[in-house]
């Protein structure tokens, strides 16, 4: 069963509280088990005060099932909005203020 990289952040969005997620998908083997490798940038309040393997791992409760059924690998990035919008590349910024996650520009 394949799965597309909307579909995933579909996923991360619905199960993690006030998430914005972008997934990709940088490499995808086209062999007999159709492996697909995506990569993960994914801003939550909801990692406030979460370790790094701990913000991980509401990643991957988020994308459920699917991580053994239809995602081979997933490649993650978090951040809470404050350290998107210091470390983050920017990418995000529209989903985020849309969301009310980062202050809208006073311009």
Do not use: C, W
């Not at 799965?3 to 006030?18: F, G, M, Q, T, W």
């Not at 997934?23 to 909801?46: C, G, K, L, N, Y």
Request: charged share 30%; glycine share 4%; no cysteine.
């Amino acid at each position: 069963m394949t799965i597309a990289p909307d579909e995933v952040a579909d996923l991360i969005e619905e199960n993690l509280p006030d998430a914005v997620a972008r997934v990709t998908a940088p490499r995808i083997h086209d062999d007999e088990d159709e492996d697909a490798h995506f990569a993960a940038v994914v801003v939550s309040p909801a990692f406030e005060g979460e370790s790094l393997v701990d913000q991980h791992q509401l990643v991957y409760d988020a994308v459920g099932d699917h991580m053994t059924r239809s995602v081979h690998a997933l490649e993650i990035k978090t951040y809470t909005p404050e350290a998107y919008a210091e470390h983050g590349d920017g990418s995000l910024d529209a989903d985020l203020r849309e969301a009310g996650l980062l202050p809208v520009d006073e311009a």
